[in-house]
């Protein structure tokens, strides 16, 4: 069983940067490939970005060259490095494993507002 902590959140100006981190524990973090996911109030969750266990990154395109996904299997770590940010970037976001979808983390809340 995998369990999620995200953090790093914050109030950001547009075209400010934040850096995300998901925490996970279990043995298996390692093998699994993992995701950044972002719901908008009155929105629907969407998938922002995924990777694999061997480091290959995948994005939606409307975060392609602004964010940047990674991970440390040391750490039990993900991270979402998220630049050029945009108040439609507004939301909370989650990292889960790639595909699940219960055990959800309770978020950690990004707003870009000036």
């Known amino acids: 069983q995998v369990q999620l902590v995200e953090s790093g959140g914050g109030l950001v100006q547009p075209g400010g940067s934040l850096r995300l981190s998901c925490a996970a524990s279990g043995t298996f973090f390692r093998l699994v490939r993992m995701g950044w996911y972002r719901q908008a109030p009155g929105k629907p969750r969407e998938l922002v970005a995924g990777?694999?266990?061997?480091?290959?990154?995948n994005y939606a395109d409307f975060v392609k060259g602004r964010f940047t996904i990674s991970r440390d299997n040391a750490k039990n770590t993900v991270y979402l490095q998220m630049s050029s940010l945009k108040p439609e970037d507004t939301a909370v976001y989650y990292c889960n494993i790639l595909g699940r979808t219960t055990d959800w983390g309770q978020g950690t809340q990004v707003t870009v507002s000036s």
């Open positions: 990777i694999t266990s061997g480091g290959t990154t």
